[in-house]
């Protein structure tokens, strides 16, 4: 069998990609559809018709729901079999986080069980540690928080305050401290707290359970929406830690902390893309039911775009996550096969897809912020009202853009990652940037290009590269040290870099349907792909052309500027037509159907 070439993080800026080569999630397998069903049926039958309940926080509710999903196997996928999981891959985690994404408030407390409150132990703790934790965790009879932040530190996690001192007998750490935000807080068994100990420079992390005496909670936050999810500040007041349960290395919390916060991310857009399919099959059903001037609202083309637009922007986002999935898999498998073990492979694997998980993380979380404003809008009167779905979902999807990282930290990590990894040599990044200044003073080749819509495609995606190669290189080159303080820069650089991104893995997985099917089958999906294609033209463009005018000047700019225009010009299309052709696909089915 021919060995599949192994993508790097952070490639696609500079290499092309075989759309045979993406996991896309029509090739999901029947073990995969089956555990997708599995919460499917879970959300249904245990979440739904009690949501009144969970969102009033009923005394030992979400914890009896965990219970259930862990017997049922959704708080183990990740985790290996000898410890009581299934240990499945990547890809399959990222499925049941998309699946789990439909479950309204309740998907913060599973998120959180499952992701931050055990995945620290299972990468980083002991063989003493995993077996004493991890098969409580995976069946749910103990619940998992995470504490790192705290009322002085949020995105500069390293500032923490909470303090850890050596008792005098040497067997256990003494933490005093206060933590807040703290998911699961009210109903949590194990909690990974980070703290420093005496006057360490960086933070170290905790394996603490409640029952060790000195943890107080706040009473329960009252927030803008995840009503139904626990969050509370968390105190210790000198907790007796056994210095067993220190996890991983001392001052190896911060890097623990990023490294959980990657995995973090990336399954946040999974359940972000989840939580939006739900909204845009409310938005289909109401669009369809409602009637004004006598017939169904969503005969209208002004709703139509906005179904249509709805659908684009999920679809491309999920492209973007479940090739990304594979990505880490696939860097996994080679980690492993090179002799090192699944926990640190997997690691690595993700921490070569940081810039990645971040550009997902601030891609779904924007998207699934559209779907449900514009999921109001469909509803009318009916979707202010708190006895209608999207009242609550509006309220609901804010934090995403807040958790894991605000975005405007995400954007700028996304630049800062992909930088150091070029400065580590992990990453050409220079040479193409060199490539495309060249190309700036050559004549523009006018020739008639290709008639093959995924050709046409590529060429553009392949201009989209070159146009934020040219402005990040050119940034780097002219500020220098300096970038790092012009925030607005990164984040234009980043924008593109995002859309790029996102426009391409949408590109691969319509090409790759079109290697099983006609391209009729996928007329619809061929019309997303252009549509969003068409769309970041004019969004690269905008972000690059506020970063030059931002830094460069004189000759330099204009030619720079007629460059852009150039990597960013377009074919007229009928965008108008193509939206039309997604949405009466979605009112015909009446649910989101791609």
């Given at each position: 069998m021919e060995k599949k070439d192994v993508l790097k993080g952070g490639e696609f800026l500079i290499k092309e990609t075989e759309a045979a080569n993406v996991f896309i999630p029509e090739d999901f397998d029947e073990e995969q559809r089956m555990i997708a069903d599995t919460c499917s049926d879970f959300i249904k039958q245990e979440i739904e018709p009690i949501l009144d309940r969970i969102e009033k926080q009923e005394e030992g509710l979400s914890a009896s729901l965990m219970e259930k999903a862990g017997e049922l196997g959704l708080l183990g996928i990740?985790?290996?079999?000898?410890?009581?999981?299934?240990?499945?891959?990547?890809?399959?985690?990222?499925?049941?986080?998309?699946?789990?994404?439909?479950?309204?408030?309740?998907?913060?407390?599973?998120?959180?069980?499952?992701?931050?409150?055990?995945?620290?132990?299972?990468?980083?703790?002991?063989?003493?540690?995993?077996?004493?934790?991890?098969?409580?965790l995976a069946s749910g009879v103990w619940k998992a928080a995470y504490c790192l932040t705290e009322p002085s530190s949020g995105s500069d996690a390293n500032s923490a305050k909470t303090k850890a001192t050596l008792s005098e007998d040497g067997k256990h750490y003494i933490l005093n401290g206060q933590k807040m935000w703290i998911t699961n807080a009210g109903f949590a068994h194990v909690f990974t707290v980070f703290a420093k100990i005496d006057d360490d420079a960086d933070m170290t992390a905790f394996i603490i359970e409640k029952d060790f005496g000195g943890v107080t909670l706040n009473p329960e936050e009252k927030k803008l929406g995840i009503k139904g999810s626990s969050t509370r500040q968390v105190f210790f007041n000198d907790c007796k830690v056994p210095v067993e349960n220190l996890l991983g290395e001392r001052e190896g919390g911060f890097k623990i902390a990023l490294n959980i916060l990657n995995i973090g991310r990336i399954k946040l857009a999974g359940s972000a893309v989840g939580g939006s399919k739900k909204i845009i099959s409310h938005s289909v059903n109401y669009a369809n039911e409602r009637e004004q001037f006598g017939r169904p609202i969503s005969k209208y083309g002004a709703i139509k775009h906005k179904l249509a637009e709805q659908c684009i922007k999920i679809f491309a986002s999920e492209s973007a996550i479940y090739r990304c999935s594979q990505n880490i898999d696939d860097a996994t498998k080679e980690l492993m096969d090179g002799g090192m073990d699944k926990e640190a492979a997997t690691l690595e694997g993700i921490r070569q897809f940081a810039a990645e998980a971040a550009i997902l993380k601030v891609h779904a979380s924007e998207a699934l912020d559209y779907v449900v404003d514009e999921g109001v809008q469909i509803y009318g009167g009916m979707g202010y009202s708190a006895e209608a779905p999207m009242e609550s979902a509006y309220r609901d999807a804010r934090i995403n853009r807040i958790f894991e990282g605000t975005n405007e930290i995400n954007r700028m990590l996304i630049v800062d990652m992909l930088l150091k990894?070029?400065?580590?040599?992990?990453?050409?990044?220079?040479?193409?940037?060199?490539?495309?200044?060249?190309e700036l003073m050559s004549i523009p080749d006018f020739g008639a290009g290709s008639d093959d819509i995924f050709e046409q495609a590529h060429d553009q995606v392949k201009n989209f590269k070159k146009a934020a190669l040219m402005v990040a290189g050119s940034a780097a080159q002219k500020l220098m040290m300096e970038l790092a303080k012009e925030q607005e820069v990164l984040m234009n650089i980043s924008d593109m870099i995002i859309e790029i991104y996102v426009a391409e893995s949408t590109l691969l997985r319509v090409e790759k349907l079109s290697l099983s099917k006609?391209?009729?089958?996928?007329?619809?999906?061929?019309?997303?792909?252009?549509?969003?294609?068409?769309?970041?033209?004019?969004?690269?463009?905008?972000?690059?052309?506020?970063?030059?005018?931002?830094?460069?000047?004189?000759?330099?700019?204009?030619?720079?500027?007629?460059?852009?225009?150039?990597?960013t010009k377009q074919q007229p299309f009928n965008v108008k037509n193509a939206r039309r052709k997604v949405a009466d696909k979605l009112i015909a089915e009446n649910k989101y159907c791609y």
């Open positions: 990740s985790v290996p079999e000898d410890l009581g999981g299934f240990g499945k891959d990547f890809v399959t985690s990222m499925l049941t986080s998309e699946i789990i994404g439909g479950a309204h408030s309740f998907a913060v407390s599973i998120s959180a069980h499952t992701g931050i409150g055990t995945l620290p132990i299972l990468y980083y703790g002991t063989a003493d540690q995993k077996q004493k934790y991890i098969p409580n990894r070029a400065m580590k040599g992990e990453l050409d990044l220079m040479g193409p940037a060199q490539a495309v200044a060249k006609s391209k009729e089958e996928i007329s619809e999906e061929i019309e997303m792909m252009n549509v969003y294609i068409y769309d970041v033209a004019d969004k690269i463009n905008k972000f690059g052309k506020d970063a030059l005018n931002s830094f460069a000047e004189g000759d330099e700019l204009r030619m720079m500027l007629m460059g852009l225009k150039r990597f």
